[in-house]
């Protein structure tokens, strides 16, 4: 199975970006911990702080992978064109969130995205990308 994780903007600074929200590990070191937790899955991850980069990655996923977890970061509060691109995608879409985004802010309680997603994981850390890949490893 090829899994693909997308990260939008800001997420690049994990780790040290308010460390009380997003916590201290650098995604880098938890993909490492995702990946040797699931040996049976070709995981790949790709950030972009640009939208327009986010829909090119995207485009070039059609037809080559069974599953997208997108973090779509503050895009998925104002992009309608990364929507477009999602609904364009041939395979099931988690959308992850590591803040729980229905306790704070109300321009956040709203994404564009999770539309054309078949589950949100909102709240939970890093560890919802962990849950993401056992929903489509469930899938599959
Ligand atoms: C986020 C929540 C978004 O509102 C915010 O803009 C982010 C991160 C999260 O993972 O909790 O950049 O997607």
């Known amino acids: 199975m090829k899994i693909k994780i997308m990260n939008g ?5 994990l780790g040290t970006r308010q460390p009380e929200l997003y916590g201290s590990t650098r995604f880098e070191d938890y993909f490492a911990t995702l990946s040797a937790h699931f040996p049976e899955v070709t995981l790949s991850y790709f950030q972009s702080n640009h939208e327009g980069a986010l829909i090119d990655e995207l485009q ?3 037809g080559q992978y069974d599953g997208l977890i997108l973090n779509p ?5 104002t992009s309608i064109a990364l929507a477009d691109a999602l609904a364009c995608l041939d395979m099931p879409i988690i959308e992850v969130h590591i803040s729980d985004i229905y ?3 109300a321009y956040r309680q709203h994404t564009y995205t999770a539309a054309y997603a078949q589950h949100m994981i909102t709240g939970k850390g890093l560890e919802g990308y962990k849950e993401a ?3 489509l490893l469930r899938k599959s």
Request: proline share 5%.
């Open 73 to 77: 970061a503050a895009y998925g509060h």
């Open 133 to 135: 890949i056992e929903k």
């Open 103 to 105: 306790q704070r802010e």
């Open 60 to 62: 070039l996923m059609i």
């Open 9 to 13: 903007p800001n997420l690049n600074l």
